[in-house]
């Protein structure tokens, strides 16, 4: 038979298990990047580029595109 009475854990438990997982929290996410640095390093790209969330390698010419539609925009005596 399962015990409908609440589970309480104590505070000063709850605090030291919440900083244990924050560190080993935060050791996994700094394997993950460096990890993820190497990978970036392998591919040698020009350009690296924050894109959804991630850094990934670009082209040099990633960013032309949108570059030369704002200076579309601009007016003509910003263009000469």
Excluded: H
Aim: with cysteine; proline share 6%.
């Amino acid at each position: 038979m399962v015990s409908s009475a609440p589970f309480f854990v104590p505070v000063r438990f709850d605090s030291r298990f919440a900083s244990c997982y924050k560190q080993y929290e935060t050791i996994i996410r700094g394997q993950a990047c460096a990890g993820r640095w190497k990978e970036l390093q392998r591919e040698n790209a020009p350009l690296r580029v924050c894109l959804n969330g991630g850094l990934q390698s670009m082209p040099e010419n990633f960013y032309d595109s949108f570059l030369l539609r704002e200076l579309e925009r601009l007016p003509e005596e910003f263009l000469e």
